[in-house]
């Protein structure tokens, strides 16, 4: 089994920051790659970022230039830093990795809240 488990997230201002942490834990094998998606009330959800194993990185363009997504391979780690953050930023935030011949694991999900 594996487990992800994200933390970081929580209530900022808009024009503010957080970072995101997702440990995945468990028989991990092979990661091909780690991702955030994030899902806003009455939405559904969608893609924010991707690291893949070569260290190459993808974002949405509605992200782009303010989130940056990074990992520590050593501790299983992939971080989200989020700035410049906006109302419309407001989401559960979902990390996922994608494993060798075994597919995707999804965490839990952390809150995001961007207001004033």
């Known amino acids: 089994q594996v487990q992800l488990v994200e933390s970081g997230g929580g209530l900022v201002q808009p024009g503010g920051s957080l970072r995101l942490s997702c440990a995945a834990s468990g028989t991990i094998g092979s990661i091909l790659a780690m991702a955030w998606h994030r899902q806003a009330p009455g939405k559904e959800r969608e893609w924010v970022a991707t690291?893949?194993?070569?260290?190459?990185?993808n974002y949405a363009d509605s992200v782009k230039g303010r989130f940056t997504i990074s990992r520590d391979n050593a501790k299983n780690t992939v971080y989200l830093q989020m700035n410049s953050l906006k109302p419309e930023d407001t989401a559960v935030y979902y990390c996922a990795i994608t494993l060798l011949n075994r597919g995707a694991y999804w965490g839990q999900g952390t809150q995001v809240t961007v207001s004033s």
């Open positions: 690291i893949f194993v070569s260290g190459a990185t």
